[in-house]
Nanobody
Framework: QVQLVESGGGLVQPGGSLRLSCAASGTINFNAMGWYRQVLGKERELVATITSDGSTTYADSVKGRFAISRDNAMNTVYLQMYSLKPEDTAVYYC????????????WGQGTQVTVSS
């Protein structure tokens, strides 16, 4: 069973930076890994994804401010966040997808990011 463990969340002032990390257990070669976020009472939304060959996608709201990367050898994905805004406040979840032809996925437990002065 795949387990994803996030770390790096916390409280930061507007304009500040944070780096989230997500370490996956096991030796699965994930098709893709990514980050979602959720505010209480709202739907979970995509933040960024990265495939095994390094292709990335970003939500429009974070383009130019966030950068996703992964270390395939360590099965770890990172989310570097710059120029943080109060509206970035949310619980951030890591996810990973694997398998062929049937896809499987796993989610981390979430890490809180709060942007406030």
């Amino acid at each position: 069973q795949v387990q994803l463990v996030e770390s790096g969340g916390g409280l930061v002032q507007p304009g500040g930076s944070l780096r989230l990390s997500c370490a996956a257990s096991g030796t699965i070669n994930f098709n893709a890994m990514g980050w979602y976020r959720q505010v209480l009472g709202k739907e979970r939304e995509l933040v960024a994804t990265i495939t095994s060959d390094g292709s990335t996608t970003y939500a429009d709201s974070v383009k130019g401010r966030f950068a996703i990367s992964r270390d395939n050898a360590m099965n770890t994905v990172y989310l570097q966040m710059y120029s943080l805004k109060p509206e970035d406040t949310a619980v951030y979840y890591c996810t990973a997808v694997w398998g062929h032809p049937s896809l499987r996925s796993a989610w981390g437990q979430g890490t809180q990011v709060t942007v406030s002065s």
